[in-house]
């Protein structure tokens, strides 16, 4: 399984095009989609033709290019659901994202 290799794993994997991106967030999916139900762990999951298209032009060279990632559901994301697993928030959709996770997505990293 390719989710289950170390960041630094999966980066060297890319430089050699043993791998891609795109395959290790396919995996994710394919993941996400047979445990789910058991263990409900997501409140919002990014559409995987996004997370997808995001994948096929990554910039390789940046420190966490491709490597996929999910986000406590307290961090706010502009443009994306945000609820803190609060029903008052259940609509909430963020003007503005938390640093930590535009310094993610700029190091090249991808939401699930």
């Not at 989609?33 to 096929?56: M, V, Y």
């Not at 938390?98 to 939401?111: N, R, W």
Request: aromatic fraction near 8%; include cysteine.
């Amino acid at each position: 399984m390719l989710v289950d290799k170390p960041i630094s794993e999966l980066l060297n994997a890319y430089k050699k095009r043993e791998i891609t991106p795109v395959d290790v967030i396919e995996e994710c999916y394919a993941n996400i989609q047979r445990n789910d139900s058991k263990i409900n762990s997501f409140i919002t999951l990014i559409e995987k033709n996004e997370a997808l298209k995001r994948a096929k032009k990554i910039d390789l060279s940046l420190p966490l290019a491709g490597i996929p990632f999910v986000l406590k559901d307290a961090y706010l994301t502009q443009g994306i659901r945000t609820t803190a697993a609060s029903k008052v928030l259940d609509d909430f959709i963020p003007p503005y994202s938390a640093t930590v996770y535009k310094k993610v997505l700029e190091a090249g990293a991808i939401l699930l």
